[in-house]
């Protein structure tokens, strides 16, 4: 239990074209999904936290523009780079946090694979 | 806001041995979820052990088992019979408690890149 995928686990696009990344838990519903950031050899930098219905919130610094998110269902958030530049490259990694109780532990995050993207 | 210190950047354990990774940090709450995660070169962050704060007992899952040491702030990951398998990267994070601004935020440590040697 609690797996989360996460696709495209690669994508390399265009300076100035837009990319989504897609999170979804596979077998838990998820109140609440994160996106991080992690840098080579760096820790992950969580980017916003995503609620279900609502408008994400994002981390100090973190334009909102750009980084587009979307919780529509409990199983599901998408990320949408706009209009991405080089700086963007990175290794996107979304979680979701296990909403009920049960073997799966309460209140605990499980990753995606993760997203590797290059903007050329 | 909370801080998670791992101060081992690296760390190294012959095959089969036991290997201790240090994380300290720093909360004024009282109530708290504490884990360790690690990330293998597939970079996939794969949860190891957790750890509630209300609990004195100390979380224990197969080969890995933490010395949680609440007054000190300490959250040790003792890994027993070390395997190749066990190369990573280990990342300690803290959790607030489920009220707030920040509820179930991970606040992440900067990692111990564990190498298990042949």
């Known amino acids: 239990g609690a797996v989360v995928s996460q696709h495209p686990s690669r994508v390399i696009c265009k300076s100035g074209t837009s990319v989504k990344i897609e999170c979804r838990s596979l077998?838990?519903?998820?109140?609440?999904m994160f996106w991080y950031r992690q840098f080579p050899k760096q820790s992950l930098m969580l980017m916003a936290t995503?609620?279900?219905?609502?408008?994400?919130?994002?981390e100090q610094g973190v334009e909102k523009d750009k980084f587009l998110i979307n919780h529509a269902s409990l199983t599901l958030s998408t990320l949408t780079v706009t209009s991405a530049h080089p700086e963007d490259s990175s290794f996107y990694i979304c979680?979701?946090?296990?909403?009920?109780?049960?073997?799966?532990?309460?209140?605990?995050?499980?990753f995606g694979p993760g997203t590797r993207l290059t903007v050329l | 806001a909370q801080t998670v210190t791992q101060s081992q950047p690296e760390m190294s354990v012959q095959e089969a041995e036991t290997v201790t990774l240090s994380c300290t940090y720093d909360?004024?709450?009282?109530?708290?979820?504490l884990f360790w995660y690690k990330q293998p070169p597939s970079r996939q962050m794969i949860l190891v052990i957790r750890?509630?704060?209300?609990?004195?007992q100390n979380a224990t899952e197969n080969r890995f088992s933490v010395n949680f040491q609440k007054a000190a702030k300490s959250f040790s990951l003792k890994i027993s019979d070390s395997q190749l398998g066990d190369t990573a990267m280990y990342f300690c994070?803290?959790?607030?408690?489920?009220?707030?601004?920040?509820?179930?935020?991970?606040?992440f440590g900067k990692g111990t890149k564990l190498s298990v040697i042949p």
């Open positions: 909360t004024s709450e009282n109530n708290y979820y």
């Open positions: 077998d838990f519903q998820a109140t609440t």
């Open positions: 750890q509630e704060a209300y609990k004195q």
């Open positions: 979680s979701a946090r296990v909403r009920y109780r049960g073997s799966l532990g309460v209140d605990t995050q499980y």
């Open positions: 995503s609620n279900e219905g609502s408008k994400a919130t994002y």
């Open positions: 994070a803290f959790m607030k408690p489920p009220s707030g601004a920040g509820s179930y935020q991970l606040t």
